[in-house]
T-cell receptor, first 115, second 113 residues
């Protein structure tokens, strides 16, 4: 069965500092990997996705993520955090589009940004 | 604008009552999903549907029911059999092209009084 672990429940970072959110997955085949962001009381917005090719993926809002197959990881990074980045972030894993496939989400990491 | 509309955004219900959450999409997507979100537990899949008139149970389907009579609509009923229904419910859809990402609605918060 596929699963996703986000080891950090909360992270506090100063504005302008770098941010890295960890994601480890378990999946039996080549995974499709996603990072989503959620503001309080809102739906989820896709930040970026990986399905093949270059293992360093660029996303929206200045985020990037690196796929490391040997470590089963897909960590999210941002070089300089803005106050508007305060939100909850979810990593998800799924398979290629086919009948019955669905995404499995991690527990989320809440990011707090200090002025 | 294309998107997913969930209603109502907030809903209060008394114990023992059934309640139905609406989800409508105009993205022409075949697959639709319902997730439940509780603090610290991420998103857990309740039901999903790949085509009209067909749906499958997810990981936590007990106490919930769905229907898929139209491609655009995938309503979720929270029944009185759901023992802890207070939660944030998210509807999502996915097309058959592209790389499999889900598109989400804004969510519905259900509180049982």
């Amino acid at each position: 069965a596929q699963s996703v672990t986000q080891p950090d429940i909360h992270i506090t970072v100063s504005e302008g500092a770098s941010l890295e959110l960890r994601c480890n997955y378990s999946y039996g085949a080549t995974p499709y990997l996603f990072w989503y962001v959620q503001s309080p009381g809102q739906g989820l917005q896709l930040l970026l996705k990986y399905f093949s090719g270059d293992t360093l993926v660029q996303g929206i809002k200045g985020f990037e993520a690196e796929f490391k197959r040997s470590q089963s990881s897909f960590n999210l990074r941002k070089p300089s955090v803005h106050w508007s980045d305060a939100a909850e972030y979810f990593c998800a894993v799924g398979a290629a589009i086919a009948a019955g496939n669905k995404l499995t989400f991690g527990g989320g990491t809440r990011v707090l940004v200090k002025p | 604008d294309g998107g997913i509309t969930q209603s109502p955004k907030y809903l209060f219900r008394k114990e023992g009552q059934n309640v139905t959450l609406s989800c409508e999409q105009n993205l022409n997507h075949d697959a639709m999903y319902w997730y439940r979100q509780d603090p610290g537990q991420g998103l857990r899949l309740i039901y999903y549907s790949q085509i009209v008139n067909d749906f499958q149970k997810g990981d936590i389907a007990e106490g919930y029911s769905v229907s898929r009579e139209k491609k655009e609509s995938f309503p979720l009923t929270v029944t009185s059999a759901q023992k802890n229904p207070t939660a944030f419910y998210l509807c999502a859809s996915r097309g058959t092209s592209g790389t499999g990402e889900l598109f989400f609605g804004e969510g519905s918060r259900l509180t049982v009084l």
